[in-house]
């Protein structure tokens, strides 16, 4: 089985700190996903990454950044972090192909005071 | 635009009732479609997929789904629902513009309650 690793479950951070979220994947899988989701939204998709130190910016990358160093491992930085960040943020990862379905981690709900 | 709507926001039914959570979808040439559950405190889970072929799909759990073409629709189906159904489902459909990527569109979601 697919196993998506959210370093964090529940996290609480104060307005303008350096907030990093943490996703790790054992399947060798090329690439990964940032979503977050809201009541009524669904998931909106932040960042993707296609490969090592290769990333795309997704619907709404605003106050956003990630990094790719190793495959496995996908990092979300939330630069200054504001209160309408406060959200539940999903990890995926897939297989590299446009039929592939994504395979995802179980959140991090974050708040932000 | 391309875009997936989910026009229920909570599907009620009996246990042991057939259940059917709908799903319309629009996207530039043939659409590459999926349905996901997330249960509480959970991450998604994929169910099932349409790439091409036949249009009735088979998925986890007991799910299916069908795809209709000239209505745009994947509706999400199961013959006798359980209690332990009861989640949210998502529906959402590739984005064809993400070149060779499998970038997803997702609509909004619909919670699914199944009562004894």
């Known amino acids: 089985d697919v196993k998506v690793t959210q370093s964090s479950r529940y996290l609480v951070k104060r307005t303008g700190e350096k907030v990093f979220l943490e996703c790790v994947q054992d399947?060798?899988?090329?690439?990964m996903f940032w979503y977050r989701q809201d009541p009524g939204l669904g998931l909106r998709l932040i960042y993707f990454s296609y490969d090592v130190k290769m990333k795309e910016k997704g619907d709404i990358p605003e106050g956003y950044s990630v990094s790719r160093e190793k495959k496995e491992r996908f990092s979300l930085i939330l630069e200054s972090a504001s209160t309408n960040q406060t959200s539940m943020y999903l990890c995926a990862s897939s297989r590299q192909g446009e039929r592939q379905p994504q395979h995802f981690g179980d959140g991090t709900r974050l708040s932000i005071l | 635009a391309q875009s997936v709507a989910q026009p229920e926001d909570q599907v009620n039914v009996a246990e042991g009732n057939p259940l059917t959570v709908k799903c319309t979808y629009s996207?530039?040439?043939?659409?590459?479609l999926f349905w996901y559950v997330q249960y509480p405190n959970r991450g998604l889970q994929f169910l099932l997929k349409?790439?091409?072929?036949?249009?009735l799909v088979k998925g986890s759990y007991g799910f299916e789904a069908e795809f209709n073409k000239s209505q745009t629709s994947f509706h999400l189906k199961k013959p006798s629902a359980l209690v332990s159904d009861s989640a949210l489902y998502f529906c959402a459909v590739r984005d064809s513009f993400s070149g060779g990527y499998n970038k997803l569109i997702f609509g909004a979601g619909t919670r699914l309650a199944v009562h004894p």
């Open positions: 399947m060798d899988h090329e690439n």
């Open positions: 349409y790439i091409t072929g036949d249009n």
């Open positions: 996207v530039s040439g043939n659409p590459y």
